[in-house]
């Protein structure tokens, strides 16, 4: 059975840089562009990850992981903040989320997949 995987990124050309390389490596991928649609996708299509930009237009990337914490059908959803802002108070602010993994943006294309694999349950 394919892995399934939620990209929620407002930048077009990283969301279709991530989406290709997942497809390539044979994942199912689901797309949104802002935090609302991303939790709503989340919710309707229990993703195996959820990778997940930490600014986001609507809301931040850790606020819409703390509502699909609270959701006992996403709860257990890893998470992987995808973000070109390592800043300290933003690794301060994902840190708290359990379950959870982060990567910089740029993205490494030849570890990318694997990096979002190994965080993957099962």
Avoid at 69 to 85: C, H, L, N, Y
């Amino acid at each position: 059975m394919k892995k399934r995987a939620l990209i929620v990124d407002d930048n077009a050309n990283n969301l279709l840089l991530e989406k290709d390389l997942l497809e390539v490596a044979g994942f199912e991928v689901f797309v949104a562009q802002d935090a609302f649609s991303g939790i709503v996708i989340a919710r309707k299509e229990k993703p195996d990850i959820i990778i997940m930009d930490v600014r986001l237009p609507d809301m931040r990337g850790s606020e819409a992981a703390r509502l699909l914490r609270q959701d006992k059908e996403t709860s257990g959803i890893p998470i992987v903040f995808v973000t070109a802002s390592v800043m300290s108070e933003d690794l301060i602010e994902i840190k708290p989320i359990t379950n959870s993994g982060f990567i910089g943006k740029p993205i490494n294309t030849r570890t990318f997949v694997k990096e979002i694999s190994a965080l993957i349950k099962g």
